[in-house]
């Protein structure tokens, strides 16, 4: 560790290792001797400022949770825009920062899918209930074929965006960022445009 670094200098790294660690490899295969290895940082100093292996993964849980919600959200303002245009511009929103943020992708799913820690349940928790709040906040301003159930459209809209979102993800790692997250919005916008328009003449 170098000498002029400040403690906050030195947590931040030890955060920043600890996030592509967990992201690439689970909490599980995840070793503290690797992140001080790669923090260059003694085993003693990650526990000083951490306490336990999992209270690092938390607190990565954490950080990544409180910077999507501080990125992503709906303000339903402009009277002019319609539902669909609202449910574009959170999946277009959401793609894109994890489009940014690949490593924050595979921490949430890690989260949500391979959990056996109390605490990180509670976040992923967090994470779904508030993605499943800004969907609802659009679809109760939305004007709906009364045949149709609120909750099943809901549930349609978010399987296609996760859908697609898990489809595109894929190209990230090869292909140009801002190419993906453009093809990502179209493809995106046309099978809104089905749900909405119908795909009958």
Do not use: W
């Amino acid at each position: 560790m170098k000498e002029k670094e400040s403690s906050m200098d030195v947590k931040k790294k030890i955060l920043n290792v600890a996030l592509e660690e967990f992201a690439n490899n689970g909490y599980q295969a995840t070793s503290t001797n690797v992140i001080c290895k790669k923090a260059e940082i003694s085993k003693g100093l990650l526990y000083h400022y951490y306490g336990s292996k999992e209270n690092i993964y938390l607190t990565v849980a954490r950080y990544v949770i409180d910077n999507f919600k501080e990125n992503i959200k709906i303000q339903i303002q402009d009277s002019n825009k319609k539902g669909i245009d609202y449910i574009s511009e959170y999946f277009n929103s959401k793609f894109k920062f994890f489009g940014e943020n690949p490593l924050y992708s595979k921490i949430i799913v890690n989260l949500v899918l391979n959990n056996t820690i109390e605490e990180a349940r509670e976040i992923a928790n967090e994470f779904e209930d508030y993605n499943n709040a800004l969907l609802h906040e659009v679809i109760k301003n939305i004007d709906f074929n009364p045949k149709f159930d609120r909750e099943k459209a809901c549930e349609l809209i978010t399987m296609i965006g996760l859908k697609l979102e898990e489809k595109h993800m894929k190209d990230i790692e090869y292909k140009d960022k801002d190419i993906v997250i453009e093809e990502f919005r179209k493809d995106h916008k046309i099978m809104i445009e089905m749900v909405f328009e119908g795909i009958d003449k």
